[in-house]
């Protein structure tokens, strides 16, 4: 197994990105061939209609995850020997709770919609389609939707040293996120 730099994978997921984007412009037809679709029947409304324009797959609902999550989140894993990798959805006002990664960071890319992110002691940072992230190990954060827009990132852990894992902490408050313009 090779260990690629974080530097690298980011360029590699930015260049995969960036001609995904041109292709999907260029190739629409009736089926999206750049992703394929969920089969899960999802409870959120209006979910059909944003995998519809996503050029990943939403994924099947996040419930694995889920006691960490206001609002509801879907998962889909994207294979990779060298990181984890997968494209997490949120649906508008969805963020995770305050978490840190041990030993592990953390690469965001946002590849649809509108979201934040926030690192403690600092102001919300809004994340965009194409914006990328660098969250480095130790660091507690979270990370969502904004208030109005579905919103999905790629997310790719990359493990610096044994015991990785993340420690999950208190959730983001209603009163907190509504503060965030």
Known sequence: MRNFSEKTIAFLLAAAFICMTACASTQKTGENTMKEKTNTKVQ???ISDYAEKSMFAVGEPNTAYAKYFIGNS???PLNSEDASI???TFEPG???NWHIHHC???ILVGVGGKGWIQFEGKEPQAINEGDVIRIPPEVKHWHGAAADSWFS???IT????EGAGSEWLEPVSDEEYSKIK
């Open 44 to 46: 959120a409304e209006n």
């Open 74 to 76: 879907w998962l889909a």
């Open 86 to 88: 997968a494209n997490v």
């Open 94 to 96: 969805c963020r995770n």
């Open 104 to 106: 592990s960071s953390q």
């Open 153 to 155: 990132h790629l997310s």
């Open 158 to 161: 990359v493990n610096t040293c």
